[in-house]
């Protein structure tokens, strides 16, 4: 089979739909989750990391991959943005395709061989009302239902959102969108920005107190050559940036303190050489068009950042025009500042995958965002430790091995030493 590149196996790519943590698109620490609105790129999975439809790799980052179909509402491309499967990169997909991050431990907590608690209550039993004073509860009834903490940070993107739901709280929602543009934000009667309009202004909106925002990779490190290779056309990113935070900034919150953040796009973590086979393996282009763009000067690195770098400018601007939005990104923290390569505490270590690692991102947010901090248990580096070796325990054919597997996920990220690498 042809190779799939990671980000496209998140969601379901190669000949399985099911490439990341999960093949649902939203989750939350309460283990929420939603149907997702069909989109142009919803069969495009910019959160798998490089390996076929595999349990494992399928959950981070599910997409399917299919050259022939258009990529959902937004339509940039055929369907299916799932790196082709092979038998060497079948276990990537877990960590881009999982519908709660909390659901898969949730799940295995039940202890093996025993009979769980509530064996014997039925449908009925939960249905019935909880039993009042002065009532005793009938056999077989449950005890009453907690309501959930309302929710109270909402983060909404594409696949590349997907890591911050390693943080795990009720109160705190991620909702990825596969293969979600930010141009498919800009139009009105877009799926994407109707659910995201009505969980805002639902009953599920009434205690927010940050909104987060995590799109444009699939504009810029996919639709782009879609546009120019397939369409004979040229993106416009400055009006997509615009449009794309003009729609934020205009969501209606109960709240008018609530605040509003774009997280700017990642530079590529891919090689030069890797960019047109990757383009391939997600199904963007056909391996002819693929061929195009590897001989081509828009597969070099610096260009390729220039243009992320290009947009997220753009994004920058309009959100000091409106005012009520704030920017940020932290590129300049994964990057080398000359070379403007991703370090590599922060690659997949597989070639053709476009995300980045989770968990030392993660902690880059942490030291950017206190809030965000707040949010996390002690010992939660420790955590991310191990969500991350058992993320490359199914990447045994993986082309390289990861710092933090020497270092530690806390090492590659603050070690001076190491991270200068």
């Known amino acids: 089979m042809a190779y799939r590149p990671p980000h496209l196996r998140r969601g379901g790519g190669g000949g399985s739909n099911n490439t990341g943590r999960n093949d649902s698109d939203s989750y939350s620490s309460a283990g929420g989750s939603g149907s997702r609105p069909p989109s142009r790129w919803s069969n495009v999975s910019t959160s798998t990391r490089d390996t076929p439809p595999s349990s494992s790799h399928q959950q981070r980052y599910s997409h399917t991959n299919s050259n022939s179909r258009s990529y959902g509402s937004d339509g940039y491309s055929r369907s299916g943005s799932q790196p082709q ?20 431990s949730r799940s295995s907590s039940r202890p093996a061989g025993g009979t769980s608690r509530w064996a014997n209550v039925t449908d009925a039993s939960l249905r019935a009302p909880a039993p009042g004073p002065g009532r005793r509860r009938r ?25 911050f739901g390693l943080i795990e ?21 877009n799926e994407n920005r ?23 990779s699939v504009d810029v490190h996919l639709s782009f050559y879609y546009t120019k290779y397939v369409k004979g056309q040229d993106i416009d990113l400055d009006d997509i940036a615009e449009k794309y935070v003009d729609f934020v900034a205009d969501l209606s919150t109960a709240d008018s303190s609530v605040k509003k953040t774009i997280v700017g796009v990642y530079f590529s973590p891919l090689a030069d050489a890797d960019v047109g086979p990757s ?8 391996e002819e068009q693929a ?35 704030q920017y940020e990104d932290i ?38 965002w206190s809030w965000l901090k707040d949010l996390t248990p002690p010992g939660f580096s420790e955590g991310l430790q191990r969500t991350l070796e058992t993320y490359l325990k199914t990447k045994p054919w993986a082309e390289r091995t990861h ?5 530690g996920v806390d090492g590659a990220v603050h070690d001076k030493k190491v991270n200068q690498m």
């Not at 499967?85 to 898969?104: C, I, Q």
């Not at 061929?291 to 959100?319: P, T």
């Open 85 to 104: 499967s092979s038998s060497n990169y079948s276990n990537d997909a877990s960590r881009y395709g999982e519908s709660s991050s909390s659901s898969a």
């Open 194 to 216: 109707d659910t995201i309009r009505n969980f805002v202004d639902g009953p599920t909106g009434k205690h927010l107190e940050r909104l987060v925002f995590v799109f444009g």
């Open 279 to 286: 383009l391939a393996s997600y199904g963007s282009l056909t």
């Open 139 to 163: 056999p077989g009834e449950g005890p009453p239902s907690t309501p959930p903490p309302p929710i109270k940070v909402a983060f909404f993107g594409d696949s590349f959102v997907r890591l």
């Open 403 to 407: 710092v933090a597997e020497t270092v």
């Open 291 to 325: 061929a195009l763009v590897s001989g081509s000067h828009d597969a070099e690195l610096r260009n390729r950042q220039e243009r992320v770098l290009a947009f997220n400018n753009a994004v920058r601007k309009r959100c000091e025009e409106r005012g009520c939005v």
């Open 331 to 368: 590129n300049d923290v994964m990057t080398d500042s000359e070379t403007y390569e991703i370090k590599d505490a922060y690659k997949d270590v597989s070639n053709h995958n476009i995300h980045i690692v989770w968990e030392t991102t993660l902690l880059l947010w942490l030291d950017r």
């Open 169 to 189: 709280r009720p109160d705190v929602m991620v909702r990825g969108f596969k293969g979600a543009s930010a141009k498919g934000l800009g139009r009105e009667g």
